[in-house]
């Protein structure tokens, strides 16, 4: 009986026995690394449990992660180098940034305003392109009065002291023809431009690669996309485009030949030197409908937001659809139903060539656009993409709580003239959105359409960040 005591005692612990470690005798650095895999929801029920935990979990080097992870490194280092975090903890930043619920509209001016001649400032359009890249503006093409088509390509530098003061600089070298309806996007330091319609009426399936160079210089080649025998998207204008995993092109939709309308999307995969590129078409059992006026922006490295535009019977849509990356040669497009009951004026959201711009904390603030009546918008909403699972999304959609997602902000300044097939882009922190030109009502029949105008307008759009009860004891007696 003693010996099989013996035994029994000196027997080795279970697998689970042995890897059991209290959570206690975890290092400092090993509890870090798991609090940045959870939601910072449990990150802050974590912090309530202990003074060592509180303090772990609210530390600044833990919250600046967070906002990396959460925002990228692009809005990350804008803002370290931004006086705008002066006194404030990385975590106070978060949750300004979280509370963000309105936005001031700034006008840009230019140096030269008051020089009477018309040739150093780009003319009022609509439909152009307008991209931020390299620290540059870079407006290139659009509609101009008398339904003529533009092949301008202006460029100018964003000062991060000033930037409100911008000096346009009119490109001289080669461009591509003139076009509008057409997309360009930014991949890395390049400008990828694709498609449009020219004064013609002729569409267009042509692809140019752009690249700023010091003071204000560009360069456009057209890209190599293999023989016109190979697969590649027909010819459209008015569709929509997004970078996507850093080297590929999303195109869907647009105006395709005799007027139709398309429901097709098509991936460009460029080489590592950027000298040509692959077209595929998507293939999924599932698709939105056919549209126009619509827009597509890039949430996350395998997925891509489509909202709104003009459907085959005209309607103006206020439909959400993802396209998932997950695998190779694995697109699937799911839809994204939301319960409206809950959000003020929601029935406002329809809309037509509007903007839809990534800005910093994760959301898409949507601009302007016009309703199935042709009743331009000068409203500012965002549609938080954190909402949105990043995986397991199943083919018969995704049923989110609409005010959860939506949220429509406060303007507190002057108010921009509503618009409709503007352009608008962000600068790297995502703060800051700038907004050029579109269509606006005219003096003298603002409801006709033969009152339309095109705008030349220039204008900075600026998040406001929240605040909270912590600010001032952070920074007593200061304010944004």
């Known amino acids: 009986m003693a010996a099989e005591s013996a035994r029994r005692n000196s027997s080795p612990p279970s697998t689970s026995q042995s ?36 303090s772990l979990a609210c530390s600044d080097s833990l919250w600046e992660a967070l906002c990396e992870r959460e925002w990228g490194s692009q809005s990350l280092d804008a803002l370290k180098l931004s006086s705008l975090r002066d006194g404030f903890s990385w975590m106070m930043m978060f949750q300004r940034v979280y509370k963000m619920d309105s936005v ?48 301008d390509t202006w460029t100018s530098f964003v000062d991060k002291s000033n930037q409100k003061i911008l000096k346009w600089k009119k490109v001289e070298s080669g461009t591509p023809s003139g076009r509008f309806g057409h997309t360009c996007i930014v991949i890395g330091e390049y400008l990828l431009l694709f498609g449009g319609i020219n004064d013609r009426g002729e569409r267009l399936n042509d692809t ?23 697969p590649r998207p027909p010819p459209r204008g008015a569709h929509s485009a997004c970078c996507i995993a850093e080297t590929k092109m999303v195109v869907h939709g647009g105006i395709g030949l005799n007027g139709v309308r398309l429901g097709d999307a098509w991936i460009l995969e460029l080489s590592e030197d950027f000298t040509s590129g692959t077209w595929h078409m998507v293939e999924s059992r599932q698709s939105p409908p056919p549209r126009s006026g619509h ?4 949430i996350r490295e395998n997925q891509v937001v489509l909202f709104g ?16 990356i997950q695998e190779l040669c694995e697109e699937k497009w799911i839809q994204i139903f939301y319960d409206f009951r809950d959000v003020p004026e929601y029935a406002s959201l329809p809309r037509v060539g509007h903007s839809a711009t990534l800005v910093l904390g994760g959301r898409i603030l949507i601009y302007g656009g016009e309703d199935s009546y042709r009743h331009r918008k000068d409203d500012f909403w965002v549609l938080d993409v954190k909402t949105i699972p990043s995986s397991g999304l199943q083919p018969q959609g995704v049923s989110l709580n609409g005010s959860s997602v939506w949220r429509k902000l406060d303007r507190i300044s002057y108010g921009p003239k509503s618009r409709s097939f503007h352009r608008a882009c962000a600068d790297l922190s995502g703060r800051f959105v700038y907004v050029f030109g579109g269509m606006v009502d005219g003096l003298l029949q603002p409801a006709a359409s033969s009152g339309l105008r095109f705008d030349g307008e220039l204008f900075m759009v600026e998040l406001v960040l929240g605040f909270s009860d912590l600010d001032n004891q952070q920074r007593p007696g200061k304010s944004i």
């Not at 690394?33 to 060592?52: A, Q």
Request: hydrophobic residues 35%; contains cysteine; glycine residues 8%.
């Open 19 to 54: 890897w059991s470690i209290p959570i206690t005798n975890l290092h400092d650095d090993h509890l870090s690394t798991i609090l940045l895999l959870l939601p910072v929801d449990s990150i802050l029920s974590f912090s309530m449990t202990c003074k060592r935990y509180k």
């Open 104 to 151: 001031c509209c700034h006008k840009i001016s230019d140096p030269d305003d008051d020089v009477e001649a018309s040739s150093s400032f780009p003319i009022p359009r609509a439909s152009h392109s307008l991209n931020f890249v390299n620290d540059h503006l870079v407006l290139f093409g659009g509609g101009c009065q008398g339904g003529r088509h533009l092949d």
């Open 208 to 230: 140019w690669i752009g690249q700023v160079f010091c003071h204000e210089g560009l360069s456009w080649k057209l890209l190599n996309v293999g023989p016109s025998q190979r």
């Open 295 to 298: 827009t597509l922006t890039c």
């Open 309 to 324: 535009g003009r459907g085959l019977g005209y309607d103006v849509l206020d439909d959400v659809w993802i396209l998932d």
